[in-house]
């Protein structure tokens, strides 16, 4: 049964760094790209960084550039995201999801080019 589940959020404050990992089962991680989505309170849920199957090709949105970085370790089924400089607006619950597809893309909505999702892991940014 495929099963994804994330870990690692937390308590940090703005500047600091978090490490967020997705562990999958029932899977290999070598068939379908796995993204990373997020959802603030009242906001809608967004993807913002995305690994192919292959673990060499990453995507990262706007709002985090330059600060997240993901990575795989498929013989261990899981994704890696290390997050630094982390500010305020970064709170929010965070999911990984396993892509419909090899590679990387984020159409209309989450549900369009994803279809598994984990439980989700809070990180909140706060002094």
């Known amino acids: 049964q495929l099963q994804l589940v994330e870990s690692g959020g937390g308590l940090v404050q703005p500047g600091g760094s978090l490490g967020l990992s997705c562990v999958a089962s029932?899977?290999?991680?070598?068939?379908?790209?796995i993204g990373w989505f997020r959802q603030a309170p009242g906001k809608e849920r967004e993807g913002f960084s995305c690994i192919d199957s292959s673990g060499r090709s990453t995507t990262y949105g706007d709002p985090v550039n330059g600060r997240v970085a993901i990575s795989i370790d498929a013989s261990k089924r899981t994704v890696y995201l290390q997050m630094n400089n982390l500010k305020r607006e970064d709170t929010a619950i965070y999911y990984c999801?396993?892509?419909?597809?090899?590679?990387?893309?984020?159409?209309?909505?989450?549900?369009?080019?994803?279809?598994?999702w984990g439980q989700g892991t809070q990180v909140t940014v706060s002094s």
């Open positions: 999801a396993l892509s419909k597809f090899s590679t990387c893309r984020f159409g209309s909505s989450p549900s369009t080019d994803f279809s598994s």
């Open positions: 029932g899977i290999t991680l070598d068939t379908y790209a």
